[in-house]
């Protein structure tokens, strides 16, 4: 397992084969979290949006939570102005 120095900035430098590994290269954004004693570091796809399609396929109606609540909405200021 590589071990690094971080700098007095913080820096690191991720060793080439551990970023060959992920497909990290020059300009790569990279998603940077801690998790419990630990910090993960990630590469972002190239298209989020590409990538994420369909990620909650199955699950609840957005748009229609969004429409539903929009339309309760309406009737409260509907309400309001009567």
């Known amino acids: ?5 971080t700098s007095a900035k ?3 430098v991720i060793p080439k084969e551990e970023r060959d590994k992920v497909g990290i290269g020059p300009g790569t954004r ?3 979290v801690a998790v419990d004693d630990h910090i ?3 590469p972002l796809p190239e298209n989020p949006v590409e990538h994420f399609y369909g990620f909650f396929k199955g ?3 957005l ?3 969004l429409l539903d609540e929009r ?12």
């Open 10 to 12: 913080g820096q690191v």
């Open 59 to 61: 699950g609840p109606s």
């Open 40 to 42: 993960e570091v990630r």
């Open 1 to 5: 397992m590589p071990t690094v120095v």
């Open 63 to 65: 748009t229609k939570a």
């Open 71 to 82: 339309r309760k909405e309406r009737k409260r200021e509907e309400k309001k102005r009567s």
């Open 30 to 32: 990279v998603v940077v």
